[in-house]
């Protein structure tokens, strides 16, 4: 079992999420996701989802977490050894080989179709206190862009309003992994887990981003992984 600390600070105008919501007269198209308080909050499945297509993209750069995901997958076939089978858990073991043959590290959030995977959680990202805020819109900021629509040989503008969280607002949250079944793969779970935080880092990177729109600019982070 290991855990990992996630702090992590806006470094540009970040739309996380994507729900509508009226204020005054109108409304935004697209507005930041907001926790029982009003105040911004990055759910977990968002950040998950985005250091998971990190992951994807660098999977040589964690060996021992692939070798690990090759051992648990191994571990999961034995399983089903010995034990008769019908056309679904056939179809189902078929997969696990097919997974098996060219394990990935990313794995290691889990597998769509097979059950009993040992997985990193992801907590939600919750805003800091900041005593410099005097209330919670305070956190935000409106922005408008302008999206071009082509049509009948014109161009139209047609304007958009966004609710996004403003640069420099610091989140906290927490990546748990725990295996309770396979403690038997040789693995050495510090080294996966200082892979995992090698990924996380490649937020600073400025390539890397979190939310939607990120053409737009949006969703640029800095993070502390530890």
């Known amino acids: 079992m290991f855990e990992i600390k996630v702090n992590l600070t806006t470094v540009s105008s970040c739309l996380i999420g994507n729900q509508t919501e009226s204020f005054s007269v109108g409304g935004t198209d697209q507005s930041t996701t907001i926790d029982e308080e009003g105040r911004p909050i990055i759910h977990g499945s968002a950040f998950k989802g985005a250091l998971r297509n990190i992951i994807r993209e660098n999977e040589e750069e964690l060996p021992e977490t692939r070798r690990y995901v090759e051992c648990i997958l191994g571990k999961l076939l034995e399983r089903y050894e010995g034990i008769s089978k019908d056309a679904k858990i056939e179809k189902l073991v078929e997969k696990i080989e097919d997974y098996q043959k060219t394990p990935k590290a990313h794995y290691i959030f889990g597998i ?70 396979f403690d038997d793969c040789g693995v050495d779970f510090e080294k996966v887990k200082r892979e995992i935080v090698s990924q996380i880092e490649k937020f600073n990177d400025g390539f890397y981003g979190i939310g939607n729109s990120k053409s737009r600019g949006y969703g640029q982070v800095s993070v502390k992984a530890e």
């Open 112 to 181: 769509e179709g097979i059950n009993n995977m040992p997985r990193i959680y992801c907590s939600d990202l919750r805003v800091m206190a900041e005593k410099d805020f005097k209330d919670n819109n305070d956190y935000f900021r409106f922005e408008t862009k302008n999206t071009l629509i082509e049509g009948n040989n014109t161009l139209t503008s047609l304007p958009r309003t966004y609710r996004v969280v403003r640069p420099g607002v610091n989140f906290e949250g927490k990546l748990r992994f725990q295996d309770t079944y």
